[in-house]
């Protein structure tokens, strides 16, 4: 699983070899570990005139201590970082020293009515851009185009080509995203600016992001261990992604039920025991398996909060050689299961209030690949299923979302012919794979309390991928 | 006996023209430059062999021997012997301070007429010995026997030859106050270009005032100079944005066209009651309403070392149910053109009124047009202790010229020290 190609850029030859000879040069992109800040380093805070979220992102950036800087105009952003007791300091790009950089650029662009304001956000970063630091954030929080007049909407549209070329601009493991906040959500924000400021999200970037959802957060989230007292079900977690949700839901406070296939019941029982939770070891394609977990969540837990449908298989051929037993096989996982499964759970009550949907698609269900149409079929089905259901959820309280991982670090990847695997690792804006936590850490953030407002996104841990883009 | 406070009035100042570091004003000492200044006064209002409420003065930079400097220009000057004196010292804020005292009495009827003025040389500047050397010999003195003596000065070695040299550094921070102006000029963002176009515009206001006559009676010649010898009138901002910085590494903005030079002179103001001034028929300019001192914590809180006249001011507002936009002029010291500039920044940012003034709005933008409309410090030069005097005695006129109205004046000092004051004109 080791990239040697990364290991031997970040030599001090290697580094010498990749500029001159231009190769990519993929940085060790920094992770979250437990008790460290939401970011280290100082947050530069922006706004376009007439915007109304400064007032929110001052509010998170002030309770996660982050040292933040703004500009003296907009007066209202001032006004806003006072009000949040946030005690920002002044920063004037024309007076800066070369030294004075940031670990996240965040800007509130929902002030821009119409495509001449659009150069605010030039404004804005043009003389900031460049003083983004090694896996800095650039952050752009915007309105829901669709929300506003024609001018607003193309304007706030625009901003999805300005966040994405900026991904693919900024160097050294820094990553840019962007917010459409729904008028009224402004107090929802916080879960996603966490994970976002955060190296939570380090593997997330050139992704879009909505918080459009009406449930409200709850208060009092302890943010350290925002699943304290949940429990969470993921399938597939005996190995690779799947352990790695296990592990980070766990750490995030739930009690994890993991449920894999019987063959595997020995590396479940070993991950399940190493985290503190519970294995159930069925096949979620046999008929029974969606009211046995049912049973069993209602039984040992009064039910679950958190439903992680991971488990996914592939059996490639190419559609002319494809037999309808892999064709099924890949389907009844991939697509079938997860939705018996949520009706099983809906059915009998099973979701607690507050409950969260979340599964797993791929960029292969974005951008379809060859030897892979079962797959990208089930994958695409995915999507399908978080639209399908994201109103329906929102109504009961809860949220349906999905991670589209791209390339990420596993045993199956490790498997590949060597062309294809550095293809895959090299073709995306951080010039490297994933790794399983960079999946699961999203799927935390969906997954948290916090997160009631984030509903029928799908994300993709990708690197910004060149696939599917 | 008074025992209700009086108003204050400010009768008049006048100072000597401002000299650079060893320039005319090389070989005179604060004793001289003050001396003169109080004769000055004395030929202007009359004062020859009168015995005033007293006289209150000071020096930044005093000799030792100066250990009661003002009282003995008193006694060198034209004045009344009898007439008593003390000496004040408040870094920068020396002069104004030193005008706050003697205004107090006044209104609190201890004394009916007061001179307030202040002098600094930076030419004639006390040399101490070395502070090694001086132990050394503070160690034969004290001993008993001659063979002690000896013992003693036997320390002495050569390198205690090299004298204590007056610094303008903060004793707590070691920085220079250049040094500590440069960090608030990066925290308040403040750029190069707004800088220099205040000092351009100090420049080119003070030589309009000489221009316009306006300081015909409040600038004495003295040693030959007429005019403040730092005065450019032809300064631009084309020739101010050519110098080099000096402050704050090589990328600081603070150069030595927008910073103060350090400077000789002298300054005082004939300060009394409304009666005292009606029985010599001495119109009155201004009052001197009131006053107000604040400190930052430099050290350990890390505010800015000159910001302490952002909180007085915020303060003295509040006492006095005054908003910020109430006055016709305000008068800020330009210790430094980014000085000026931050306080007027943090003035406008919700986030300092809020987090550091405890305010719930900002105190606002003022009207740049009434700042420093005669120039200020940037284009006369700062002689410590002397610009109180200059500018209650030019506020004074302005306010009397005008006839009404209210100004402001705010004096940041060494040691984050702020003092500042209310003047209102006569009607």
Known sequence: MSDRYQQLVNTPLGRIVTKQVGLPAPVKLERYEPGAPVIDGPVLLGAAPGGRLAGAIARVLAAVGAETSTPMEPKALRTAAADAGLEASVFNPEAAAEEDTFKALVFDATGIADSEQLREAWAFFHPTIRRVRRSGRVIVLAAPPQDGEPAAHIAQRALEGLTRSIGKEVRRGATANLVYVRAGAEAAIESTLRFLLSPRSAYVSGQVIRITGEAPVPEGIDWERPLNGLVAMVTGASRGIGESIAEVLAREGAHVLGVDVPAMEPELEAVTARIGGSALALDITDPSSPEAIADHLLERHGGVDVVVHNAGITRDKTLGRMDQERWDAVLNVNLIAPQRIDRALFGRGAVRQNGRVIAVSSISGIAGNAGQTNYATSKAGVIGFVEAWAPELAKRGATVNAVAPGFIETRMTAAMPIATREAGRRMNSLSQGGLPIDVAETIAWFAGPGSSAVNGNVVRVCGQSLIGA | ?427
Not at chain 2, 39 to 48: G, I, K, N, P
Request: aromatic letters at 4%.
């Open chain 2, 1 to 427: 006996m008074t025992d209700t406070p009086r108003r204050v009035a400010v009768l008049g100042g006048i100072r000597i023209p401002f000299a650079r570091q060893d320039g005319p004003y090389a070989r005179a000492s604060n004793q001289d430059m003050l001396t003169a200044t109080l004769d000055a006064l004395v030929e202007r209002f009359e004062l020859h062999g009168e015995t005033l409420g007293e006289v209150a003065a000071g020096a930044v930079l005093k000799h030792s021997r100066d250990f009661n400097l003002t009282r003995e220009c008193v006694l060198g000057s034209k004045l009344a012997p009898e007439t008593p004196a003390y000496d004040v010292q408040q870094a920068c804020g020396t002069g104004l301070e030193a005008t706050i005292l003697t205004a107090n009495k006044i209104a609190l009827g201890q004394v009916d007429c007061a001179i307030a003025g202040g002098v600094d040389t930076t030419s004639d500047a006390p040399i101490a010995i070395n502070e090694d050397l001086r132990e050394v010999l503070l160690e034969a003195k004290r001993a008993k026997s001659n063979a002690g003596r000896l013992k003693a000065l036997a320390k002495i070695r050569p390198q205690q030859i090299v004298p204590e040299i007056p610094r303008n550094a903060e004793p707590r921070t070691g920085l220079s106050m250049g040094e500590h102006t440069a960090r608030m000029a990066k925290e308040w963002g403040i750029g190069r270009r707004e800088q220099d176009e205040l000092a351009a515009a100090s420049h080119r206001k003070l030589a309009a005032a000489y221009d316009e006559g306006f300081l015909d009676d409040l600038v004495m010649p003295f040693l030959g100079l007429e005019r403040d010898q730092n005065l450019r009138p032809d300064s631009s901002l084309e020739k101010l944005a050519k110098l080099k910085p000096v402050f704050g590494g090589p990328e600081g903005t603070m150069t030595a066209g927008n910073s103060t030079p350090l400077s000789d002179g002298a300054s005082a103001v004939l300060l009394a009651s409304e009666e005292w001034a009606a029985q010599r028929g001495l119109p009155v300019q201004a009052y001197f309403v009131t006053a107000q001192t604040a400190a930052v914590d430099h050290v350990h809180k890390r505010e800015g070392l000159l910001m302490a006249p952002a909180y007085a001011i915020a303060r003295m507002l509040a006492r006095t149910g005054l908003s910020l936009q109430d006055f016709d002029f305000y008068e800020i010291h330009e210790a430094f053109a980014a000085q000026v500039l931050c306080t007027l920044k943090a003035w406008e940012d919700p986030v300092f009124c809020r987090e550091r003034l405890g305010l719930d709005e900002p105190l606002g933008a003022i009207d740049r047009d009434k700042l420093n409309v005669h120039g200020g410090s940037l284009g006369a030069g700062h002689p410590f202790g002397a610009t109180g005097g200059r500018i209650v005695a030019g506020l004074a006129k302005m306010l009397h010229q005008r006839g009404q109205g209210r100004g402001l004046v705010s004096i940041c000092a060494a040691g984050g020290l702020g003092v500042t004051a209310i003047m209102e004109a006569a009607q």
